[in-house]
């Protein structure tokens, strides 16, 4: 196979650099969709809520949508890092959400999940045309080839959504992530609370008891504060790479300022699990949703929701490296 130097855009991140012997995909053998796995997933019960995997194993990359029908979900998008790669994440109102590997060019896989759903919508004159966001991560780590989530990929994944089933790990779009994706759940009367995420973090993960579970196991601040006290050279960051994907999903009513509120919320909780978050080699995006179907007096605070779905936030993380 041929070798040549192809310009990439990374954003998963905004950044550009350049690849040195990608091998071309030979047009006569396109990559092909898995959408069935005999994975680990996280079982929950949230009518409405479809979510859908595809993966190019010839890659490795993915991604993975979720969908809110025709209906659709009321919205709100929370960026933080140096290096965001997102698409149509600011309507307020979104009928899906992708997220997908591939940094820049794996975008292309929302228009794949929109282009899925116009083919099963009713349609009238003029047509509906369903709102579809999207973010990416980088993850051309030790990889020779320049296959990514396209548009075949986002129809693939849309047309295997189905509910109550969320695959961890290294599936959908952490197919090939640092780390991988995972979720959590909780039901309190009627109100459901649903929180998924995709780790490619530039930092390790945290359990609760303050032990750190990825890499070599040593608190980034030890290793940090070690280099100090040798006066060894720091090392500068190597942006555009790193990336954390979140969406937190309830069927609780909240107007546009709590759902907004809701996500910095979550969000800034992330750096408990995360360390160190939102840095500015990454990219990290969050996602608050609601399909705005029951009004739980129990959880009028905005606050007191958002305390909830932090901790499911940090539960989702945890899972990411392992059973729910």
Same mark, same amino acid.
């Given at each position: 196979?041929?070798?040549?130097?192809?310009?990439?855009?990374?954003?998963?991140?905004?950044?550009?650099? $350049?690849?040195?012997?990608?091998? =071309?995909?030979?047009?006569?053998?396109?990559?092909?969709?898995?959408?069935?796995?005999?994975?680990?997933?996280?079982?929950?019960?949230?009518?409405?809520?479809?979510?859908?995997?595809?993966?190019?194993?010839?890659?490795?990359?993915?991604?993975?949508?979720?969908?809110?029908?025709?209906?659709?979900?009321?919205?709100?998008?929370?960026?933080?890092?140096?290096?965001?790669?997102?698409?149509?994440?600011?309507?307020?109102?979104?009928?899906?959400?992708?997220?997908?590997?591939?940094?820049?060019?794996?975008?292309?896989?929302?228009?794949?999940?929109?282009?899925?759903?116009?083919?099963?919508?009713? =349609?009238?004159?003029?047509? +509906?045309?369903?709102?579809?966001?999207?973010?990416?991560?980088?993850?051309?780590?030790?990889?020779?080839?320049?296959?990514?989530?396209?548009?075949?990929?986002?129809? $693939? $994944?849309?047309?295997? $959504?189905?509910?109550?089933?969320?695959?961890?790990? /290294?599936?959908?779009?952490?197919?090939?992530?640092?780390?991988? =994706?995972?979720?959590?759940?909780?039901?309190?009367?009627?109100? /459901?609370?649903?929180?998924?995420?995709?780790?490619?973090?530039?930092?390790?993960?945290?359990?609760?008891?303050?032990?750190?579970?990825?890499?070599?196991?040593?608190?980034?601040?030890? /290793?940090?504060?070690? +280099?100090?006290?040798?006066?060894?050279?720091?090392?500068?960051?190597?942006?555009?790479?790193?990336?954390?994907?979140?969406?937190?999903?309830?069927?609780?009513?909240?107007?546009?300022?709590?759902?907004?509120?809701?996500?910095?919320?979550?969000?800034?909780?992330?750096? +408990?699990?995360? =360390?160190?978050?939102?840095?500015?080699?990454?990219?990290?995006?969050?996602?608050?949703?609601?399909?705005?179907?029951?009004?739980?007096?129990?959880?009028?605070?905005?606050?007191?929701?958002?305390?909830?779905?932090?901790?499911?936030?940090?539960?989702?993380?945890?899972?990411?490296?392992?059973?729910?």
């Amino acid at each position: 196979m041929n070798q040549r130097m192809l310009p990439l855009m990374t954003l998963g991140c905004a950044v550009f650099i $350049a690849v040195i012997g990608i091998a =071309q995909m030979p047009e006569s053998s396109p990559p092909i969709p898995v959408t069935a796995f005999d994975s680990p997933y996280l079982a929950f019960d949230f009518p409405g809520l479809k979510i859908g995997f595809a993966e190019y194993e010839e890659g490795p990359t993915g991604c993975t949508v979720f969908s809110f029908g025709e209906r659709g979900a009321s919205t709100a998008f929370d960026e933080r890092g140096g290096s965001v790669g997102k698409t149509e994440a600011d309507y307020g109102y979104h009928h899906a959400i992708c997220f997908a590997g591939g940094s820049l060019v794996g975008l292309e896989a929302a228009s794949g999940v929109r282009a899925e759903m116009i083919a099963h919508w009713t =349609q009238r004159n003029p047509p +509906r045309i369903p709102l579809v966001g999207g973010a990416i991560i980088y993850d051309w780590f030790g990889r020779d080839n320049l296959i990514y989530p396209d548009k075949a990929l986002g129809m $693939a $994944a849309m047309a295997s $959504a189905s509910e109550g089933r969320f695959y961890y790990g /290294k599936r959908g779009a952490a197919r090939a992530a640092g780390v991988g =994706q995972g979720g959590a759940f909780r039901q309190i009367g009627e109100t /459901k609370i649903a929180v998924f995420t995709v780790v490619n973090a530039i930092g390790d993960i945290i359990d609760r008891d303050g032990n750190v579970l990825t890499r070599d196991k040593r608190h980034p601040l030890d /290793k940090l504060e070690e +280099r100090l006290a040798q006066n060894a050279e720091s090392v500068p960051d190597e942006a555009g790479k790193h990336t954390t994907l979140t969406i937190v999903i309830t069927n609780q009513k909240w107007n546009n300022y709590d759902l907004k509120q809701i996500g910095r919320q979550v969000h800034s909780s992330m750096a +408990r699990a995360i =360390q160190p978050f939102q840095t500015g080699s990454d990219g990290d995006s969050l996602f608050t949703v609601t399909t705005n179907e029951v009004d739980n007096e129990s959880l009028k605070s905005a606050a007191d929701f958002g305390l909830i779905a932090s901790e499911l936030a940090w539960d989702a993380v945890l899972n990411t490296l392992g059973d729910p």
